[in-house]
């Protein structure tokens, strides 16, 4: 396993599952569930291919961290413009995300 042990596995996954509770019971945790429930439709729509699906993935992340680490709306907004312009439509098609993005 390349050094690693199981119970170093175990450890990280652990670790991992409580930056993902965080995040789902944090500040942003209704705007996580509005981008979770995008369809890939809807995704293909704004930027067909799979930088799309990239730039999804980046976006999700982005706003679980924001989430977890109680990040404020202004900070939040700057780290999705700095994403790009796919991130801020994806965005958008969240209605609680694009309140504070326009």
Known sequence: MNGESLKDLEEELKEILLKNHEAF????????????????SEIDAIAPGTTDLEVYDQLV??????????????????????????????????????????
């Open 25 to 40: 019971v944090g500040k942003y945790a209704k705007e996580i569930d509005e981008l979770l429930g995008l369809s890939r």
């Open 61 to 102: 992340t982005v706003v679980k961290e924001a989430s977890r680490r109680n990040l404020s709306q202004a900070k939040l907004k700057a780290r999705i413009e700095t994403l790009g312009d796919i991130a801020i439509t994806i965005a958008k098609k969240s209605t609680k995300l694009a309140k504070f993005l326009l």
